[in-house]
């Protein structure tokens, strides 16, 4: 009996700065309505930093990694172990069941923090790991991407986590991704969490329609949270080797992925100005086309003279335009007054709810000054060095 699969563990689920909140709605949702019977019913709590998930099950695991759009990493976690000195290195870490969790010759890459206590030094803790395995057949490179361990020194603790899908929000689907204010994934599917949070009639929209499409971010992953797995774009995480799963178990897996993916799903619409960036967004777009068999329409044009939303159903306009820096460098509050007139018309011609993600405080104050009596609701993100303002509206 696997003593990882059998028995419950405890999860660490990190997000966007900010997006916490979200990544527990998320998870709980994937909770309430598993793939796979819960064999134990999970705990989830906000923590410093990350959601924690006590009595989580291997399978819950793995369905976090397949399905949650809004993490960039979920880590199984052991609990704290005490060490006195350098000497207990590695008899503690020959301790854990390594031979149950990872694969035979498996590539791995390990994280080390250490900070005031016994084992002081980051280097040195990484260098004696690094023996431990290597001698017991492990390496340190190699094709496959690796499995990463992260190893946190403080006092006379050691912890010790193993990554099930690091770097989630490389979901696999882009050939190509914009230099100019690029919006992260998992940032861009927490902000349409939080829009759920205000109107849960987000799960109805039949037209997801994105002005300023960039790479067509915003619309995937509209995709994602209306129940569209993100795993299915086919980028290999760690979960899919540890324990040694069966070739039968894998097989379950793709299939159940691959029914996740024939669910009925709202038509993209991308509208998309600048040149360069539209050849970028039919390339990835192309590539989506390969899996998905969804409505997907692209417009080269300007949002702003192009009638591009259904006047029937309901829509979904996410706005990124990105920050105004490819658009308007000179004079963002002109473009975000504008932008925000622009919503107020297109309210009158359809049911809508949306959001604009602004780079300051000036230039979400003259996009919400144009969208007249729309229902409002404004929240904070963080991205770089920026602080966002999240202004999510509805007319419904």
Not at 110 to 128: C, D, L, N, S
Request: hydrophobic letters at 45%; glycine letters at 8%; charged letters at 20%.
């Amino acid at each position: 009996m696997n003593p990882i699969t059998s028995k419950p563990q405890t999860l660490e689920l990190f997000a966007a700065p900010g997006c916490l909140p979200e990544a527990k709605l998320e998870a709980e949702a994937i909770a309430a309505s598993p793939w796979k019977p819960l064999k134990f019913q999970p705990s989830l709590e906000v923590q410093k930093g990350f959601v924690r998930v006590q009595n989580a099950s291997w399978d819950f695991a793995c369905e976090l990694v397949a399905r949650a759009a809004t993490l960039h990493d979920l880590r199984l976690v052991f609990p704290k172990s005490r060490v006195h000195g350098w000497n207990d290195l590695p008899r503690v870490l020959g301790r854990f069941p390594w031979g149950a969790l990872l694969p035979d010759s498996a590539n791995l890459e390990f994280r080390v923090e250490a900070f005031a206590g016994v084992m002081p030094h980051a280097g040195r803790i990484q260098k004696i790991a690094e023996e431990l395995f290597t001698a017991h057949g492990f390496r340190l490179s190699g094709h496959q991407p690796p499995i990463r361990i992260h190893l946190t020194s403080s006092g006379d603790d050691l912890r010790v986590g193993v990554s099930l899908g690091h770097e989630l929000h490389k979901r696999g689907w882009r050939a190509s991704t914009g230099t100019l204010a690029p919006l992260r994934e998992d940032l861009a599917a927490a902000a349409l969490w939080r829009l759920k949070s205000f109107e849960p009639r987000l799960l109805e929209v039949t037209q997801v329609a994105v002005p300023f499409a960039g790479s067509g971010t915003l619309g995937i992953e509209a995709w994602h949270v209306l129940g569209l797995p993100p795993v299915i774009w086919g980028a290999e995480r760690s979960w899919q080797r540890l324990c040694s799963p069966e070739a039968k178990t894998l097989g379950w897996w793709q299939k159940r992925i691959s029914r996740a993916a024939q669910n009925k799903l709202p038509e993209l619409m991308f509208v998309e100005s600048d040149a360069v960036q539209f050849a970028e967004l039919e390339g990835n777009m192309a590539r989506v086309a390969q899996t998905i068999q969804s409505q997907v329409t692209l417009h080269h044009a300007d949002a702003f003279q192009q009638s591009f939303l259904s006047k029937d159903g309901l829509v979904l306009l996410p706005l990124h335009p990105p920050y105004g820096l490819r658009l308007s460098s000179d004079n963002p509050e002109a473009l975000y007054a504008k932008l925000g007139k622009a919503v107020q018309t297109w309210s009158l011609e359809t049911q809508l709810i949306g959001f604009c993600l602004c780079p300051s405080e000036s230039t979400w104050r003259v996009f919400r000054a144009g969208l007249g009596n729309l229902r409002l609701e404004t929240s904070h993100f963080t991205q770089g060095g920026l602080d966002v303002r999240l202004c999510c509206f509805s007319n419904l």
